[in-house]
């Protein structure tokens, strides 16, 4: 148990669809982040909420690309008329404080293929 | 430019062996992650340091501010710690900066 649920962990989807993925923290938590992973490459920043408040957004994140989090619970990552440059892992990892310090917990991410 | 620089980008060593993963970053940090990433895609927590040296297990962690480096080494390698060694910092602000991994191979 990672402390972060993702969903879909798959998912396959023609060029010019729209796509959400959605993550669930299941823990107490500080901040709520996405990231992208392409194949061979480190995660790349693209958001970050505390709370429902989204305080940085990433150049990465062009307009089609939208992240919400009502209510401060869950999170939904939105990409509108996918690309296949799109084609990635999408992670959503949140922060929880303890005794060493802020820890970083990763969901399992959300693959996207588009064709 | 906030830049991290990992080496190598692959590895492959007999078990048994003492295994060095190295991390560089370009500017002054408040924290530095290595994380673990298996097949798949689950990425792991395994520590955060800021300043001097952790050990957990076979893995020990160090860091140097005044070099902005930092290593990772794994004593006894076993096949099970065959994955992706990650290294991440936080340059000042809350979000993470990575470098591309170290791919770990590890021979029975």
């Known amino acids: 148990d990672t402390g972060v649920s993702q969903d879909p962990r798959h998912k396959i989807t023609k060029r010019g669809q729209n796509v959400t993925f959605r993550c669930d923290p299941i823990?107490?938590?500080?901040?709520l982040y996405w990231y992208r992973q392409t194949l061979g490459q480190g995660p790349e920043f693209l958001t970050y909420?505390?709370?429902?408040?989204?305080?940085?957004k990433s150049r990465l994140l062009s307009d089609r690309f939208s992240a919400e989090r009502p209510k401060g619970s869950f999170s939904t990552l939105e990409i509108q008329r996918t690309e296949q440059g799109d084609s990635a892992m999408y992670l959503c990892?949140?922060?929880?404080?303890?005794?060493?310090?802020?820890?970083?917990?990763f969901g399992e991410g959300s693959w996207l293929t588009v064709v | 430019k906030n830049e991290v620089e990992q080496s190598p980008q692959n590895l492959t060593a007999q078990e048994g062996e003492f295994i060095t993963i190295n991390c560089s970053y370009s500017v002054g940090i408040s924290a530095l992650h290595w994380l673990q990433q298996h097949p798949g895609g689950g990425i792991v927590s395994l520590f955060m340091l800021s300043s001097g040296k952790k050990k957990h297990g076979r893995l020990i962690a160090t860091i140097n501010i005044q070099e902005k480096h930092s290593s990772l080494h794994i004593t006894a390698s076993h096949p099970r710690d065959s994955a992706v060694y990650i290294c991440?910092?936080?340059?000042?602000?809350?979000?993470?900066?990575f470098g591309t991994g170290t791919r770990l191979t590890i021979i029975p």
């Open positions: 823990s107490e938590h500080n901040r």
């Open positions: 990892a949140i922060t929880a404080t303890g005794l060493g310090g802020n820890t970083i917990y």
């Open positions: 991440a910092v936080n340059f000042g602000n809350e979000k993470l900066t």
């Open positions: 909420f505390q709370n429902e408040a989204q305080l940085e």
